[in-house]
């Protein structure tokens, strides 16, 4: 009876951690795509801040119109991101590496 029900909680701990390997390779996957969302919208505003400057117009308004509602949560998605994987790596160390 001992046997099973160590073998349950056992097998119960191996699932969180499980759950806990696919939330973290979803928000990697999450953040992978974000950086390059945000890189794609630096490399562009470098861009359009060069051709405007040379009288070219290479969408700089258009940026500055998706600044708010593309380029900005895409920032805060990638700093919040940063900030979960890392507490979540955090507390996986202090408290799962000792069972």
Do not use: T
């Amino acid at each position: 009876m001992i046997k099973f029900l160590f073998l349950i909680a056992h097998c119960n701990f191996l699932c969180k951690l499980k759950m806990k390997d696919k939330l973290l390779n979803w928000l990697n996957l999450v953040l992978v795509a974000d950086v390059f969302l945000v890189l794609f919208g630096f490399g562009w505003l470098a861009i359009a801040v060069i051709g405007n400057a040379a009288g070219i117009n290479l969408g700089l308004d258009l940026w500055h119109k998706l600044w708010q509602p593309v380029f900005n949560p895409a920032i805060g998605i990638l700093m919040g991101g940063a900030i979960l994987s890392g507490i979540i790596s955090w507390v996986s160390r202090k408290f799962l590496s000792s069972q």
